[in-house]
């Protein structure tokens, strides 16, 4: 039996794991201070991206002594931006268990072509990470936004490990305790958990990463886009706002405008605790209904932003196309939008719960998504 239709709804139905919503105070007049019409290297354009970068430092509580730089091509740019100039001087290690994971070792080990020791698990699971040589470089996703699955901590990162650990963080900075003391390379994009405009990569160093570069030359062309020293010293203007290619002054001050917001929120810990409420929305849901279920297997490593879901109920045979008729009944009721699988993952539901997303639209959500299940499979019954 079809539970009524839900009386209430979510003051923001944007539940999409990327582009996430903005932060709740965001208005387009907050970017009125932007200077457009005016060169990135003039001192306003030069001050509004090393401000970025600063206050990046600030609220993530990366150490003083690490690199912060913007680069071009959002996440992935950044990441391959570290591959392409870090990788080969030691052997490699890649661990994936989602899509993006994948994609990595897709490139190091047919496009770099380097003879790559693989790591992979299924989705919903993750790589034995106490069996991975740290003594290699050790590439990664934090947060495997498309299979729900966290690396739950840095413990198994030695601190007298040899190789560098290359890390995308893009689904975890933000909303995640990141270990800056084992981490040499990590990434990730304004348009995730902070809910910032696309096309623009973050880029964090350590100091053996700098080492790295300035000490071994790939012996591959690199792009210019992709080059960060120059006569064998790390281009410093990258990491003071100086950008490879031209940034979007309109996208640095929703940035900024987003990093104003999480300093109002009780920046890290603040964001951390809105994502750890708004998961638990679901994880209470989940509890109360034997139908549905996490894709993550183990509550140690589930994520608390890319919530991915699936339908257990045994009346249902075509996973996909339930799952897609459900997203599709939220998105028809305006009560929640771009919530399906990514296309790559196992067939379910995906609902962002980082930061930006207030906790009182998820607890709106759960009874449409109650009442959407049950639509779906009265109609599949009468079709039958």
């Given amino acids: 039996m079809v539970t009524n239709t839900p009386a209430a709804r979510p003051a923001n139905p944007r539940f999409s794991s990327g582009?996430?919503?903005?932060?709740?105070?965001?208005?387009?007049?907050?970017?009125?201070?932007?200077?457009?019409g005016r060169s990135h290297r003039a001192a306003i354009g030069k001050a509004k991206l090393k401000q970025a970068i600063e206050e990046t430092r600030e609220i993530l509580e990366v150490p003083a002594d690490y690199k912060i730089g913007i680069v071009p091509a959002s996440d992935t740019?950044?990441?391959?931006?570290?591959?392409?100039?870090?990788?080969?001087a030691r052997p490699v290690e890649m661990l994936a268990w989602e899509s993006f994971g994948k994609g990595w070792v897709t490139d190091v080990v047919k496009q770099l072509k380097l003879d790559a020791t693989v790591r992979e698990a299924d989705y919903g699971q993750i790589v034995d990470l106490s069996q991975v040589d740290f003594d290699k470089d050790v590439v990664f996703t934090w947060n495997g936004t498309t299979s729900g699955v966290r690396v739950p901590d840095g413990a198994v990162i030695p601190a007298d490990r040899k190789g560098l650990t290359i890390c995308d963080a893009t689904s975890a900075a933000f909303a995640m305790e990141l270990p800056w003391d084992k981490l040499d390379v990590t990434t990730f994009s304004w348009q995730k958990?902070?809910?910032?405009?696309?096309?623009?990569?973050m880029l964090i160093l350590s100091p053996r990463a700098v080492e790295r570069l300035e000490s071994y030359t790939p012996p591959w062309p690199l792009p210019k886009i992709f080059r960060l020293t120059k006569g064998g010293k790390l281009i410093e203007g990258i990491f003071e706002g100086a950008t490879i290619n031209t940034p979007s002054m309109l996208a640095v001050e929703d940035y900024l405008q987003a990093?104003?917001?999480?300093?109002?929120?009780?920046?890290?810990?603040?964001?951390?605790?809105?994502?750890?409420?708004?998961?638990?929305?679901?994880?209470?849901?989940?509890?109360?209904?034997?139908?549905?279920?996490?894709?993550?297997?183990?509550?140690?490593t589930r994520s608390n932003t890319s919530v991915c879901l699936k339908f257990t109920d045994p009346r249902i045979r075509d996973g996909a196309g339930f799952a897609k008729a459900v997203a599709k009944r939220l998105e028809d009721e305006g009560v929640a939008f771009d919530i399906g699988a990514y296309r790559d993952a196992p067939p379910g539901l995906r609902i962002w719960c980082g930061g930006t997303v207030e906790t009182a639209d998820l607890e709106a959500l759960m009874p449409w998504l109650e009442w959407a299940y049950q639509a779906e499979i009265a109609a599949r019954d009468k079709a039958a």
């Fill in 77 to 88: 740019g950044a990441v391959e931006m570290a591959l392409w100039s870090l990788l080969g």
């Fill in 259 to 300: 990093l104003k917001w999480a300093r109002s929120v009780g920046g890290l810990k603040g964001l951390i605790a809105r994502a750890d409420a708004n998961s638990a929305v679901i994880e209470r849901f989940v509890a109360r209904h034997d139908w549905i279920d996490f894709l993550a297997e183990d509550p140690a």
């Fill in 193 to 201: 958990v902070l809910g910032g405009e696309a096309a623009h990569g």
């Fill in 19 to 36: 582009p996430c919503a903005k932060p709740p105070v965001f208005t387009l007049q907050s970017l009125a201070d932007a200077p457009l």
